[in-house]
């Protein structure tokens, strides 16, 4: 049976960090690009970060750049959101999502992904 299972959201205060984590089950990462998305409330979900199937492709989106870090490890069937310096507009229910893909790039086009996690609540807030 195909799960995604993101885990690690929260309360922060604003400059804090989260480390968010995927797991996937019922399948094998190694040819899946994954994904990471986020939907705050009134707007549309949108892309955050991706990783290729071999962890060489990565994006970010403008918002996110420097400040997190997306990894992943396919021994354990894992994908990573770290989230250093975070900011209230951060604030958002974030998903993890699995595409199957062989590419050495990734995509944040979120109707080409697969398999997709409920979603964990990451609020930044003093």
């Known amino acids: 049976q195909l799960q995604v299972v993101e885990s690690g959201g929260g309360l922060v205060e604003p400059g804090g960090s989260l480390r968010l984590s995927c797991h996937y089950s019922?399948?094998?990462?190694?040819?899946?690009?994954l994904g990471w998305f986020r939907q705050a409330p009134g707007k549309q979900r949108e892309s955050v970060s991706c990783?290729?199937?071999?962890?060489?492709?990565?994006y970010y989106t403008d918002a996110v750049k420097g400040r997190f870090t997306i990894s992943r490890d396919n021994t354990k069937n894992m994908v990573y959101l770290q989230m250093d310096s975070m900011k209230p507009e951060d604030t958002a229910v974030y998903y993890c999502?699995?595409?199957?893909?062989?590419?050495?790039?990734?995509?944040?086009?979120?109707?080409?992904?697969?398999?997709w996690g409920q979603g964990t609540q990451v609020t930044v807030s003093s």
């Open positions: 999502a699995a595409r199957f893909s062989g590419s050495r790039f990734c995509t944040h086009d979120q109707s080409l992904y697969d398999y």
């Open positions: 990783i290729s199937s071999s962890g060489s492709g990565i």
């Open positions: 019922g399948f094998t990462l190694d040819a899946y690009g």
